[in-house]
């Protein structure tokens, strides 16, 4: 029994102490790291121990790299030791350190594995002279980096040099002629964040002489000598120049140039020189002086003239140092050349050089060069009329092309009307065509036609008759030429049946003289059916009447002619600042746009400096379907003065049709960067690079001290892209967007192909009205529309907006929305992604409260540029007595005709517009309503025909509806 209760003692103290032990274990603490040796290693090295510094380490403990277990060598309870293979620090980074022990594990130490040392392997130059100008050098190694530093150091004092990464083999430091000054020896390095190379030493030595430059550098055999300027360094008193070692007569100038006497028996055979200095310190580097072979002369030409369009003649060219394969050059092109010896050639001249009264330069070129020229005199022949088509015109027609046969028509030849010279081109020596501007047709009477040529040769003077007009024209009596006098830049659109219909768009400028001549015109052009956008240089004339209605004749370079009736309008001083433009009777095609003063007298590139605000649109008769692709954008660029485009954003929405189906891409927010060119004409070029890939190219010109006029340069047609042409206005440099831009009342005018009116996509919608910015966010909506003679008037519409920082403007609402980007305060373009490429322009309407009496004055009148063939567009003059009359003018390019229809609104007072002939059709009576909103309406008897908005009593939009199918929004503006 008592043996029992030993058993059982035991037992229990065995069970006892191992609960102990067990429990002992399970509270033990986790082991903990203080400090790691090293912390940090750089990548590429070889392998190495790590010591780890802690508390609580057991026999057993593990160390771990991230998720590896390292071999772990147990020190004490606060050291342990790891080996760490190469394998683990090939590459740069940060790395985990704990420690495992039966508790647990550690919370982890960060190791820093650097970034491979660099290592210099060459230098070039190796080395270099005390006195030698700055030089890059070229080190050469291995585990460079981007940041990488190349030290200097001499005498215990370290520069970093400017230092350019090229790779990570290779870098490139320039070394300041300062660091070299003395002779020495410098220590090389190279810093990166993987730490510092070991030194290489860089040898300095004496200060010998150097040659930079050599003037002249060469010089052609048998020359007379000369004084050779040798420009270099360590130039000192006593420094001899040397001619292939032997030593020239030489002057010292300074220590950075001498001069020297070279004989003329030093360069009498061609070849080369080597050009060495020596000084009391050393021997420079050669440099090389080239004698070059002797050049041709030339002493007489046989002959030496003739009579300009002669048949092609040989010319002897006597001189001296002719070789065979010499050749005899005409103003820079090379002729058929025969060597008879080294100071005769003979060559044969082509009838084609000689047909133009002039000079030629006649020059002869061998291997060694090319003879000083000799002028060869073509004389003008005498000049003669024998024909001339038409002989006659009709007073108060357009400008026309007046063709001339005869004899002695050489280039520079020139037709004269009485005393005034008219544009001429040449067609051939014996036929010329020459412009007539209108002006010069206006009255009834006979001209005398002659020709004048370049030489001063004249012919005799023929008849022409001018009779008498049948009706009137938009041709006038030039009372008011001196209202249009400046520089104007131009922006039209010009649809031309004959084209299927195609639209194509013209930016430019001109100079009026205020006395009826135009100069100095530009024009840009570009259509979907060019094949490239075209630039035509015209001169041209005009006539204005008193009623500021008028003609413009311009006749470009090349012969075409287009005439063009215009209304004149915010005058200042007497002088126009623009006007509207309509084509005249002269062509079938329908052409409608505007004008505006340049309004500046030195144009640069910092001239339209500032963030623009722009809208642009544009239409093409796809052939593939019948129907039209409509194109617009709107956006924002902003210009730093210089030449670049440094931020900008547009929204892009263009109609497609492809497979069977019309479509609408839309892009939205595209970020723009670029360039842009603009000189002191006003014309300017813009280069777009769109976020996502695609560069758009576009022309501006100056219209105004803060308008541009765009047109896209870019090649559109079947399959592509809209050819676009808009407006751009300079933003307030110190508006800043938010909701609250938007504040008050803006005019609105829409203008879309219609997607709603009928099957056929290609009929026109127009709409104005009114937005009501009712508060930060919120809008109103009222307005008339017309879709394809659908008429809808006074809609309501209402929803909200939100304008972000860079003037963007999201216009809820309709589906899809349209996306505006503001000019200035309650002023800006939108484009809306659908079918038909709905394109707003909106701007700040004045205070209300209007009345009949808010429209009242002289108005300038002309359609919005909208190019289409069965479409109206007109331009006139107007007067709204601030009563309800209306009277006045108006020149109209009806459907599919291109026939200005020269017709008053209604029967003319005696007022400005008296002097104008009897029009071609009876007018009829108007009148006008007013409404405090701004919205008037205009009547042709009891019916209302138009509904006109006031922007102010200076300007207001008008849209029709009567019905009428496709008729543009017109614009008025005051005088």
């Not at 060598?73 to 980074?93: C, D, E, Y």
């Not at 073509?378 to 015109?393: K, M, V």
């Not at 870019?714 to 808009?726: F, I, L, P, R």
């Not at 609250?740 to 803006?746: A, R, Y």
């Amino acid at each position: 029994m008592q043996n029992l209760r030993l058993s059982m003692r035991f037992v229990l103290v065995l069970v006892f102490g191992l609960m102990t032990f067990l429990g002992d274990a399970a509270w033990a603490a986790k082991p903990s790291i203080s400090a790691l040796s090293p912390n940090e290693v750089n990548a590429g090295g070889t392998r190495f121990t790590l010591t780890i510094s802690g508390a609580n380490f057991t026999t057993g403990a593990a160390a771990n790299w991230n998720a590896t277990k390292l071999t772990t060598t147990f020190v004490s309870a606060s050291k342990l030791t790891a080996l760490v293979p190469a394998s683990l620090i090939a590459k740069q980074g940060s790395v985990d350190i704990t420690v495992t022990t039966a508790a647990g594990a550690s919370l982890p130490a960060k190791f820093t594995v650097l970034p491979p040392k660099p290592v210099i392997t060459s230098l070039k130059p190796v080395s270099a002279h005390a006195g030698f100008p700055s030089f890059t050098l070229t080190v050469n190694g291995k585990s460079f980096e981007k940041g990488v530093v190349v030290d200097w150091t001499e005498s215990g004092k370290k520069t970093a040099l400017a230092t350019a990464f090229k790779s990570s083999t290779l870098v490139t430091a320039s070394v300041p002629a300062k660091l070299i000054a003395h002779q020495g020896t410098a220590s090389i390095t190279v810093v990166t964040a993987g730490g510092t190379s070991a030194a290489v030493q860089y040898a300095i030595g004496a200060a010998i002489p150097g040659i930079t430059e050599l003037a002249p550098a060469s010089a052609d055999a048998g020359s007379p000598g000369f004084t050779l300027t040798v420009k270099g360094f360590n130039f000192i008193s006593g420094a001899q120049a040397h001619w292939n070692g032997k030593a020239l007569t030489t002057k010292f100038v300074s220590a950075t140039e001498l001069t020297a006497s070279v004989l003329a028996s030093d360069i009498a055979a061609k070849g080369t020189a080597s050009i060495t200095v020596t000084t009391s310190r050393g021997v420079s580097a050669p440099a090389i002086f080239t004698i070059l072979p002797p050049k041709p002369t030339i002493t007489s030409l046989s002959p030496n003239s003739i009579t300009a369009g002669a048949a092609g003649f040989t010319l002897t060219v006597n001189g001296t140092n002719f070789v065979p394969g010499a050749t005899v050059n005409w103003n820079g092109a090379p002729l058929k050349t025969t060597y008879k010896s080294p100071t005769q050639l003979t060559a044969s001249v082509p009838a084609s050089d000689v047909q133009n009264a002039g000079t030629a330069k006649v020059t002869v070129t061998t291997p060694s060069g090319t003879s000083i020229p000799a002028t060869f005199a073509i004389n003008a022949p005498q000049a003669s009329i024998t024909d001339f088509f038409p002989d006659s015109i009709t007073a108060g027609e357009g400008s026309f092309t007046l063709t001339v046969d005869g004899t002695g028509f050489v280039a520079g030849a020139a037709v004269f009307w009485n005393t005034t010279k008219l544009a001429t081109t040449r067609v051939s020596s014996v036929q010329l065509n020459a412009t007539v501007p209108a002006n010069l047709i206006a009255n009834p009477g006979t001209a005398k036609i002659s020709v004048t040529t370049s030489a001063g040769s004249a012919s005799s003077s023929m008849n022409f008759d001018i009779n008498s007009p049948t009706g009137p024209l938009c041709a006038n009596d030039r009372s008011g030429n001196s209202e249009l006098n400046g520089v104007y830049s131009f922006q039209f659109t010009q649809t031309d049946p004959t084209k299927d219909g195609q639209s194509s768009q013209d930016v430019g400028a001109f100079t009026a003289d205020g006395n009826g001549n135009i100069s100095a015109g530009l024009s840009d052009s570009n259509g979907a059916h060019f094949t490239a956008a075209q630039q035509s240089a015209f001169t041209g004339t005009y006539s204005v009447g008193s009623d500021g209605r008028g003609l413009l004749t311009i006749n470009y370079t090349g012969g075409a002619t287009v005439n063009l009736c215009f209304a004149l309008d915010s005058f200042s001083s007497g002088v126009a600042g623009g006007g509207r433009l309509v084509s005249d009777q002269t062509v079938r095609q329908i052409d409608s746009g505007a004008f505006y003063a340049q309004g500046s007298s030195t144009i640069g590139a910092d001239t339209v400096k500032g963030s623009w605000a722009f809208g642009m649109q544009g239409i093409k008769l796809d052939s593939s379907n019948g129907d039209e692709v409509r194109g617009a954008n709107a956006g924002y660029v902003a210009l730093d003065g210089s030449s670049s485009v440094t931020t900008g954003e547009m929204d892009i929405s263009q109609d497609k049709y492809s497979s069977g189906n019309l479509a609408n891409a839309y892009q939205s927010q595209v970020g723009l960067g670029g360039s842009y060119t603009l000189d002191s004409t006003g014309r300017g070029t813009l280069t777009l690079n769109l976020s996502g890939g695609g560069t758009n190219h576009y022309v501006f010109y100056v219209a105004g001290t803060n308008r541009i006029l765009l047109l896209s340069t870019d090649t559109g047609g079947q399959g592509g892209s809209a050819v676009v042409a808009g407006t751009g206005y300079l933003r307030p440099a110190s508006i800043s967007f938010s909701n609250s831009t938007l504040s008050g009342t803006s005019i609105l005018v829409d203008q879309a192909l219609s997607d709603t009116n009928s099957t056929g996509y290609n009929n026109r919608l127009v709409q104005a009205g009114i937005f009501s910015w009712t508060s930060p966010g919120k809008y109103s909506e009222s307005y008339d529309q017309n879709d394809a003679g659908d008429v809808a008037l006074e809609q309501t519409a209402s929803s909200t907006y939100a304008v972000d920082a860079s003037g963007r403007v999201t216009i809820s609402g309709t589906s899809p929305a349209r996306f505006a980007y503001l000019a200035g305060s309650n002023q800006g373009f939108a484009v809306q992604g659908n079918l038909g490429v709905s394109f707003l322009y909106f701007e700040g309407q004045s205070a209300g409260g209007f009345n009949a009496s808010s429209f009242d004055g002289s108005y300038s009148e002309g359609s919005l540029w909208y190019g289409f063939v069965e479409q109206k567009a007109t331009s006139g003059e107007f007067v709204a007595n601030g009563a309800g009359i209306l009277t006045g003018n108006q020149d109209v390019a009806p459907i599919l005709g291109g026939v200005v229809d020269s017709a008053p609104r209604i029967p003319r007072p005696a007022s400005r517009f008296s002097r104008r002939p009897a029009p071609l059709d009876v007018g009829i009576g108007e009148s006008y309503t007013a409404a405090a909103s701004g919205r008037f309406l205009i009547f042709d008897g009891s019916s209302a025909v138009e509904a006109l908005y006031l922007v102010s009593p200076e300007k207001a939009y008008a849209i029709d509806i009567s019905g009428a199918i496709w008729q543009p929004i017109e614009l008025f503006t005051k005088h």
